[in-house]
């Protein structure tokens, strides 16, 4: 390139500055004519801005577009995610706060609201759990105190999918006087409440087995049997449909301040309804040591397992004990009893009563006693309707009569031979008010005495 002296650019539309050293040196103007753009020591002095006019600056002013074009589109792109993540955030919060709004359903003229109940689910205020929940203690703002029972999560649909509200909408309106009120429920999509008429002598099972069990006196004891039986006759024979409680049990018999007891928990019920025979709908059947033994290949629940868990309460009530874990491994109270007496009688029972009792009428406890037998007959036939029940523990004895019946006095009225009890016909008539209801409330008729297997409620 040292002897190049001579070369032609001309007409090519170049731009920028043509240096002066080099070989450059030996061209002179003729060489670049056509090229405006150019300048240089031959060519004229460049303008303002230099080797950044022309081509050059041509190049960094389309580099300078395309880059906020890109910023544009890039801005345009961030603004249409965030607001798709707005309007979606936006449904997702309407749905939670639907969700969690809550409605009061009440069943009598209420004094308060939900967010009054709310404010009682409280860890001090607990005073009872349980399978089905949690149970509260509430002050509403008028001085009143309810209980209020936060049911057991359940999956969604199951609760409100299976005529849940139909149901309790149906326990709502069952007024009667050894039956615990349901005042109303709070709901929303993922929790219930469910509102009771508070019981402050608490259950059955607290006061025969927590420290309280030594001042139940016989008297009592006896008292609460029948107003419980009354209660559970209320349901399988006065309801339309017949009502399964499905968890009788000492824990579900509340009392009042006057101990008058008060049978509970209505949070499980589900209705029976097959056309003629009732199935079990629920995989809960009851509570452990009181649940009948066809249960077990049957799957199935009916009246008759009702009467066997109260069976199992009024032997609660005589021995004083719990229906499992005082007897050894596979021992419930039931078979304890079978295996420690022979029978009825009073040297019987006396075996096995509660050595709390003291000074008690003896031909009482074993007329108790004998229903109890019945009532957990292993055959679900053998066993009486809870309206004999009510009957049969009507008709106590009195001690003159015991003696006259027995001879000695050693036997309960109505056993053949001493050692077993007979349950009262089939039939007979039930008179007892079990089924008035309090505050001057109209009172149903009696139903037939059969036990009817359709259209059953279970609770």
Not at 49 to 74: E, R
Not at 90 to 106: M, Q, Y
Request: net charge negative; proline share 5%; with cysteine.
């Amino acid at each position: 390139m040292q002897s190049l002296t001579a070369v032609d650019f001309s007409y090519n539309n170049l731009s920028g500055l043509v240096p002066a050293t080099g070989q450059f040196s030996y061209f002179n103007a003729t060489s670049f004519v056509g090229n405006p753009g150019l300048c240089g020591p031959y060519l004229g002095p460049c303008h303002s801005g230099g080797a950044g006019t022309g081509h050059d600056a041509h190049t960094y002013g389309g580099m300078s577009n395309t880059f906020k074009l890109l910023i544009v589109l890039g801005l345009l792109v961030c603004s249409i995610a965030f607001a798709a993540m707005a309007i979606l955030k936006a449904r997702s919060l309407k749905k939670a706060s639907e969700a969690r709004a809550w409605r009061l359903t009440a069943f009598q003229r209420l004094e308060f609201t939900c967010d009054d109940v709310l404010d009682s689910l409280k860890e001090e205020n607990i005073i009872g759990k349980g399978g089905a929940g949690i149970v509260y203690k509430g002050t509403m703002p008028d001085g009143e105190h309810v209980a209020v029972k936060r049911l057991s999560s359940m999956s969604r649909g199951s609760s409100h999918d299976h005529g849940f509200s139909a149901e309790i909408q149906t326990l709502g309106r069952i007024r009667h006087r050894y039956i615990v009120r349901l005042l109303g429920f709070c709901s929303n999509n993922e929790t219930n409440l469910l509102v009771y008429e508070f019981m402050p002598n608490g259950s059955l099972g607290e006061l025969l087995h927590g420290k309280k069990g030594g001042h139940l006196h016989w008297d009592t004891r006896y008292k609460i049997a029948v107003e419980a039986a009354k209660g559970l006759s209320y349901l399988h024979h006065d309801c339309s449909p017949p009502i399964l409680h499905r968890d009788v049990k000492s824990n579900n018999i509340l009392l009042d301040s006057d101990f008058e007891a008060h049978v509970a928990d209505f949070g499980l019920a589900k209705f029976l309804q097959d056309s003629g025979a009732s199935q079990c709908m629920s995989a809960i059947a009851g509570s452990y040591g009181y649940i009948a033994p066809e249960y077990a290949y049957t799957l199935k629940v009916d009246e008759k397992s009702d009467v066997y868990s109260f069976g199992v309460v009024l032997l609660e009530l005589v021995t004083g004990k719990k229906p499992v874990g005082e007897f050894g491994d596979g021992v419930d109270i039931v078979h304890w009893v079978r295996s420690t007496t022979a029978g009825a009688s009073k040297e019987q029972v006396v075996k096995v009563m509660d050595p709390r009792l003291s000074s008690v009428p003896v031909h009482e406890v074993a007329h108790v006693f004998c229903v109890a037998l019945l009532c957990v007959e292993e055959q679900s036939v053998q066993r009486p309707t809870m309206r004999e029940v009510v009957q049969m523990l009507g008709e106590l004895p009195k001690p003159a009569a015991a003696a006259a019946a027995a001879g000695q006095g050693d036997e309960v009225p109505g056993s053949g031979d001493g050692d077993e009890c007979s349950a009262a016909p089939s039939g007979a008539p039930a008179a007892d008010e079990s089924v008035e209801a309090p505050h001057g409330e109209a009172t149903k008729e009696p139903s037939s005495q059969s036990s009817p297997t359709t259209d059953l409620i279970s609770i």
